[in-house]
T-cell receptor, first 111, second 113 residues
């Protein structure tokens, strides 16, 4: 089976812009979770989607949003980018209540 | 909310030695305890996990032990090899939902040949 794929792998944006990241889960997995990884804060949960519905949400501002499509692919969007949004954004997929498998991440740099 | 503490933050061992990383958590309702390995430039890879109905699980050179009373679980790597060098993370699901993992801060393991 193909693993979790994330596009793009690298992205450079400037402050104030918005960005959309994409995640394709492992075939058959219906749950997709997003995490932000930074050297200072480590891995932090953003949100989880299951069957096109947001099931859980972390403690991030409303500038961070996401959605899931009927084929389980997911996107996350960050509007009005700030320097502090520079991070590795990781997507993980899982079956209904099992272990999470991570993609390689999207490295976002905000200048 | 759930709090996960991981120790040590760095660990250096000689090839062939054992390595132990420990995590403590606060929510006694937690029932799933995974460990992830992250190599440079890659996403975290699940290496072993344990559920609350068992106290120990082993997979070749890797084992995880769980003490629910003390609310801690540990990763044990025996006969370490240079390719074990990476950052290891423990995690605990928040509120019982495995779609929302709270991660420890990570342990950078260096295995010297």
């Amino acid at each position: 089976k193909a693993g979790v794929t994330q596009t793009p792998r690298y992205l450079i944006k400037t402050r104030g812009q918005q960005v959309t990241l994409s995640c394709s889960p492992i075939s058959g997995h219906r749950s997709v979770s997003w995490y932000q990884q930074t050297p200072g804060q480590g891995l932090q949960f953003l949100f989880e989607y299951f069957s096109e519905t947001q099931r859980n949400k972390g403690n991030f501002p409303g500038r961070f949003s996401g959605r899931q499509f009927s084929n389980s692919r997911s996107e996350m969007n960050v509007s009005t980018l700030e320097l502090g949004d520079s991070a590795l954004y990781l997507c993980a997929s899982s079956l209904a209540a099992n272990e999470q498998f991570f993609g390689p991440g999207t490295r976002l740099t905000v200048l | 909310g759930e709090n996960v503490e991981q120790h040590p933050s760095t660990l250096s061992v000689q090839e062939g030695d054992s390595a132990v990383i420990k995590c403590t958590y606060s929510d006694s309702a937690s029932n799933y305890f995974p460990w992830y390995k992250q190599e440079l430039g890659k996403g975290p890879q699940l290496i072993i996990d344990i559920r609350s109905n068992v106290g120990e699980k082993k997979d070749q050179r890797i084992a995880v032990t769980l003490n629910k009373t003390a609310k801690h679980f540990s990763l044990h790597i025996t006969e370490t090899q240079p390719e074990d060098s990476a950052v290891y993370f423990c995690a605990v699901p928040l509120g019982g939902s495995q779609g929302n993992l709270i991660f420890g801060k990570g342990t950078k393991l260096s295995v010297k040949p």
